[in-house]
């Protein structure tokens, strides 16, 4: 029994003796020889998301063709993508140009925190604009009604508090832990999963925890989604024409694309087996949805909207 307890004595000791206080975030170590061109390039899309984004949401306010609720939760999405972006990009950036980068633990969970609260809140905003879609297509009588500015404003506020609920519960959590190495992530941001694993301390709380807030954050709105678009499947094929048919398609197609490139990635990168699967694959799905899908959904609602490009074209001549 002495035996034991000094054990769980030295054990106590060890983690309160070696508690780290910074990671060392590895990154793409081994792209060295290709780190300018590589820098360069994660420079230009930082650059085009920012400004695509940045675009997004300046055309929303300044043009009336796109004051409708469907804009609206688009330019939240714009922000929730220049969040997360600028929250990953600049550390990558370090890590590339540096063969590596050197951040406190409290900077490490801080950044994990942001990056929760945006992957959170763009769940919650793609099913709520999946519900708009499904109104304007399957109930469009009943669209102003219910999709009017009180509901929007109300809506995006509990999602950003969700977001920032979300936020809290992990940085509490994650603070609460005792930290003994290895300092070093193998990552080029802090993730959940390196995180925990320079932790001594018991981290099943935060695994349960983990599946809850899925559950909620990101298998709910799922299904929200689907339902949402087999009823829109099941009213379009009822439409006689097929000019009426490509016009209601055509109405949520970009939101489909959307949807599809950020869980598509997400359920790769956290639902499939991690065993099987090598440390740089990993880091390009991650890379995928931190840096490659804030940019393309700016393209891809632009590029395919008529009314950005006319608004855009507007702006243009003021």
């Not at 309160?16 to 990154?27: E, F, K, P, R």
């Amino acid at each position: 029994m002495d035996t034991i307890m000094e054990i769980l004595q030295e054990k106590a000791e060890a983690i309160l003796t070696n508690n780290i206080t910074s990671v060392n975030l590895l990154g793409f170590s081994n792209l060295q020889s290709f780190k300018i061109l590589f820098f360069s390039l994660l420079v230009i899309v930082y650059c085009a998301t920012v400004s695509g984004n940045l675009l997004i949401m300046t055309l929303y306010l300044v043009s009336k063709t796109l004051q409708s609720p469907m804009y609206f939760f688009i330019t939240q999405l714009s922000l929730c993508d220049i969040l997360l972006t600028t929250d990953i990009v600049p550390t990558l950036l370090s890590t590339v140009l540096y063969g590596g980068s050197t951040m406190t633990l409290t900077g490490c969970i801080i950044q994990f925190s942001f990056f929760v609260t945006s992957e959170s809140s763009e769940c919650l905003l793609l099913s709520v604009m999946s519900y708009d879609r499904y109104l304007a297509i399957c109930n469009p009588l009943r669209y102003n009604s219910i999709m009017n500015l009180k509901f929007c404003v109300m809506s995006v506020n509990i999602i950003w508090l969700v977001g920032f609920i979300v936020m809290l519960i992990y940085a509490i959590s994650l603070f609460r832990l005792y930290y003994c190495g290895p300092h070093v992530v193998d990552h080029f941001y802090c993730d959940l999963i390196p995180i925990l694993q320079l932790s001594c301390s018991d981290t099943l709380i935060i695994h349960n925890q983990t599946l809850i807030i899925g559950v909620i954050n990101v298998f709910s709105p799922f299904i929200i989604i689907v339902m949402s678009y087999v009823y829109i499947v099941i009213t379009i094929l009822k439409i006689p024409s097929n000019i009426g048919r490509h016009k209601a398609f055509s109405t949520c197609s970009s939101h489909l694309i959307v949807v599809s490139l950020f869980y598509g990635t997400l359920i790769i990168v956290y639902m499939f087996p991690t065993e099987g699967q090598s440390l740089i694959l990993s880091k390009i799905l991650s890379l995928m949805y931190t840096v490659v899908t804030p940019l393309l959904n700016p393209i891809i609602y632009t590029l395919r909207n008529k009314d950005f490009k006319e608004a855009f074209h507007r702006l243009k001549l003021v």
